[in-house]
């Protein structure tokens, strides 16, 4: 028993078993929180969501980027894309002709769910009457 | 009397501490840079990290196949330590027994360590292919299964247990295989720590050999992918050097855990006589 003891609880086995637990722990994490869902808002440049507007969504690599999806804002300018699986991603809006910054989004890990905090916002845009 | 020793002391630290730090300086800024998105162009550079992140990590993990060869290069690693340990323990406890041509095969391996492996590159190369492992792990391994600096670790380390040990296991009826298992193995731990870290950090840090030996890029090892990655990325200073940080990380993770059995292993047997 006390040999056993010994063999366990030494720096050799102790490191790469607390290791191998947050990693455990972080993969039923990652499991849980991926589902590819990207949601936010669209508003004009006086705060006002903006209905119907077209969000489009890049995949960011060190050196290229690829349009990977395309949807639109309902009524209260609120959009959501579930099929993203990347980890690195660029939001862009556009209606009537304006279009919002490009807005870098960067996830901790691929396909994370996020509402982003900060909505796109559309320069230029006419007021609606 | 004693007050001038006391600041004798306190200088040398001094002196050490600062000449620790600047050897750290490097290491520190390879691992603020990796947390930061500065690039290496940056004027004027800051000191301390603005707006510190670990995105960059979490680029490197999942925009090269860098998973693929940290597993490569742990496979690699494990077999070699797995050999250099066996290979070696084997080969330094027959240099300890008397036997015909002891002496020259010591001297043998002596002067085979003058070769540089690049001497001898082309050679093993061609077994490695006549027997048929290129692009595969034991192929990989092969040239560090066992090292002959490591076998004169465990040559050292057997030397240095009482000959008086040996002969009473012997009288025991143990044969040469379990006196290594059960009487020098045991008594040559920081032989062994030695061992793991030298074989670890040698075919963690290879990049000639898999060069050399991999055909595709799923059987790379981390400085293969290191070295593509600085080949083809520009102005990503900040995942270059997280990548840096993710391949150093577990050789020094290892050093740290075994620095005690490695420095006695290095030095054990250096005080005799």
Redesign the interface.
């Known amino acids: 028993m006390r040999r056993w003891r010994a063999w366990l609880l030494n720096r050799f086995v102790v490191v790469p078993v607390v290791l191998a637990l947050i990693v455990l722990g972080w993969n039923i994490y990652v499991s849980l929180h991926a589902h590819g869902v990207i949601a936010g808002e669209v508003v004009d440049a006086s705060g006002r969501p903006v209905a119907g507007a077209t969000v489009t969504l890049y995949h960011l690599n060190f050196i290229t980027e690829v349009k990977t999806g395309e949807t639109r804002t309902n009524g209260q300018g609120r959009f959501r894309f579930t099929d993203n699986n990347s980890h690195l991603i660029e939001l862009q809006a556009a209606a009537g002709g304006a279009t919002s910054p490009r807005v870098t989004v960067r996830l901790w890990f691929r396909a994370q769910d996020r509402d982003l905090a900060s909505p796109l916002t559309l320069h230029g845009l006419a007021p609606a009457s | 009397m004693i007050r001038g020793r006391r600041s004798v002391v306190l200088l040398r630290h001094l002196v050490l501490v600062l000449l620790s730090a600047a050897m750290l300086v490097p290491f520190y800024w390879v691992l603020k840079t990796s947390i930061t998105d500065e690039n290496i162009f940056a004027y004027p550079p800051h000191l301390l990290p603005t707006d510190p ?1 670990l ?1 960059s990590y ?2 490197v993990w ?2 090269i196949p860098f998973p693929r060869f940290l597993w490569n290069s742990v496979v690699v690693s494990l077999l070699a330590i797995a050999g250099n340990l066996v290979l070696n323990a084997l080969a330094g406890y027959a240099l300890t027994r008397n036997f015909p041509g002891q002496r020259f095969a010591t001297l043998l391996l002596l002067s085979c360590m003058m070769i540089p492996f690049q001497a001898t590159i082309i050679p093993a190369y061609l077994i490695t292919a006549k027997l048929g492992l290129l692009n595969s792990y034991l192929g990989l391994a092969l040239p560090l299964l066992s090292t002959i600096i490591c076998i004169f670790v465990f040559k050292a380390s057997f030397e240095a247990v009482p000959r008086s040990l040996v002969e009473a296991a012997r009288i025991d009826g143990l044969g040469d295989l379990r006196i290594l298992w059960r009487v020098m193995l045991p008594l040559s731990r920081a032989a062994i720590g030695t061992n793991v870290i030298l074989a670890f950090t040698w075919s963690w840090n290879n990049f000639l050999w898999p060069l050399i030996i991999t055909r595709t890029v799923s059987m790379q090892t981390l400085p293969l992918g290191l070295a593509n990655f600085l080949s083809y ?1 520009e102005n ?1 200073t900040s ?1 270059l050097y997280a990548f840096v940080v993710m391949v150093l990380a577990p050789g020094i ?1 290892v050093f740290l ?2 620095q005690k059995e490695f420095i006695r292993g290095l030095t054990s047997g250096a005080a005799k006589g």
């Open positions: 992140n995105f979490v680029d999942y925009l990325m990503t995942a993770a855990m075994a």
